[in-house]
């Protein structure tokens, strides 16, 4: 047996460590192919460093693009890698747009696909990720669901309950298993934060931060907030330009929001575990904080991660200025909302996809 498994953009490097390690310790041949679509030191490399992840056995060297470019170019490499490979399954993860390429490129050589956290929907069609999810899943042959909402939603669209197994988070198997090593950091102090008196602020989403508005609502929002709690905000390179593009440079002034180059996994992770409050677009940190028991304030209409509203610290804040700041607030004022045990988010869930994997193949 021959796995073939892929990374393009930062989440990926997080889901996949455990995987390969999975892969590894049950003797299964197995090679990372990385598409290149993140590329920066911080937004990749760093990543393979923190989390000891092998050096890719194939780079594509993909790069940005429109998404009909990034997409049509990953295919274009990554099939002569799997024409070469001859791989008995490929491995995906997430929903970034290296997920579909890959995904695609192999169901049409007629090559099995798992795709590692299936099944989950925000609803929302204009995100680029949930067509990545969507298509992602309508192809492939193993879907590896991290909560049972998602078990549901593939079943409503009518796909075959032999294809779908709930098998937990496997972004909590990593978290796991660096949380002793980040803990041991000084990342918060390093920055002149006092533990669990800061704000951490994450922006990265199309729908947020490519419209002026919204990037200046949320911006104006969280300067109120530091005038009560300071901030520090990684800033993504999508958002970074876009800050400038705007020219709302103005909003960041005389606050105290930190700016900083986007974070490696150990140190924000350090700075997640002693947050008060996270606020954020990103889906992976809704699941992170909730797995930390450290309240977050989600900057956008919808999730695909309901269990973390449902059983985590997970507020949903939309974009309002207003709703921010009052939600904030009543976190200073000390109403927290606790997380609950999620089911399978236990660390074992790589384990458990190695499994069914040697099992079926
Ligand atoms: C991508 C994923 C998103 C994921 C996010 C994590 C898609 C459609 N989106 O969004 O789901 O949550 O990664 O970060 O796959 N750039 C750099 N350096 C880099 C990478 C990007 O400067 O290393 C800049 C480029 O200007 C690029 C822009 O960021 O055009 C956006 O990058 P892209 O990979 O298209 O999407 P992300 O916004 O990073």
Redesign the pocket.
């Known amino acids: 047996m021959k796995i073939i498994s892929v990374v393009?953009?930062?989440?990926n490097f997080v889901k996949i460590m455990p995987l390969l390690e999975a892969f590894s310790k049950n003797n299964i041949t197995s090679l990372l192919v990385h598409t290149g679509?993140?590329?920066?030191y911080h937004?990749?490399e760093a990543f393979f460093k923190d989390l000891d992840i092998p050096a890719p056995d194939v780079y594509l060297g993909i790069g940005?693009?429109t998404?009909a470019q990034?997409t049509a170019k990953i295919m274009i490499a990554f099939e002569k890698i799997l024409l070469k490979e001859k791989p008995s399954l490929l491995v995906v993860v997430?929903?970034?747009?290296?997920t579909i390429a890959c995904a695609l490129t192999a169901v049409k050589l007629h090559i099995p696909v798992a795709h590692v956290e299936a099944g989950l929907r925000s609803f929302d069609n204009k995100m680029?990720?949930e067509i990545?999810r969507l298509l992602t899943d309508r192809i492939s042959d193993y879907l590896f669901t991290p909560s049972l909402d998602a078990n549901e939603n593939l079943e409503m669209e009518g796909i075959s309950k032999e294809k779908f197994f709930f098998v937990g988070n496997v972004m909590i198997d990593t978290l796991n298993k660096f949380k002793p090593k980040a803990a041991k950091l000084k990342t918060y102090k390093a920055l002149g934060l006092l533990k669990e008196n800061y704000a951490i602020l994450t922006l990265?989403?199309?729908e947020n931060v490519d419209d002026k508005s919204y990037l200046s609502d949320i911006l104006l929002s969280v300067k109120e907030i530091s005038k009560h709690l300071p901030v520090v905000f990684p800033v993504?390179?999508?958002t970074g330009?876009n800050i400038k593009k705007f020219k709302l440079e103005g909003h960041l002034k005389n606050s105290k929001i930190q700016l900083i180059k986007p974070l490696g996994y150990l140190d924000f992770l350090n700075l997640l575990m002693h947050a008060k409050i996270v606020l954020t677009d990103?889906?992976g940190i809704q699941e992170e904080t909730s797995a930390l028991d450290v309240p977050c304030l989600t900057l956008r209409e919808n999730t695909e991660r309901p269990i973390t509203v449902m059983k985590g610290t997970n507020i949903i804040v939309g974009r309002d200025k207003n709703r921010i700041i009052e939600e904030a607030d009543k976190i200073l004022k000390g109403k927290v909302k606790n997380s609950k045990p999620i089911q399978f988010w236990d660390g074992c869930s790589s384990k458990r996809i190695a499994k069914i994997i040697l099992e079926k193949l």
């Open positions: 393009g953009a930062r989440p679509q993140h590329y920066d937004m990749s940005s693009g998404h990034q997430g929903d970034v747009n290296s680029p990720e990545n990265h989403r199309p993504h390179p999508r330009k990103s889906g």
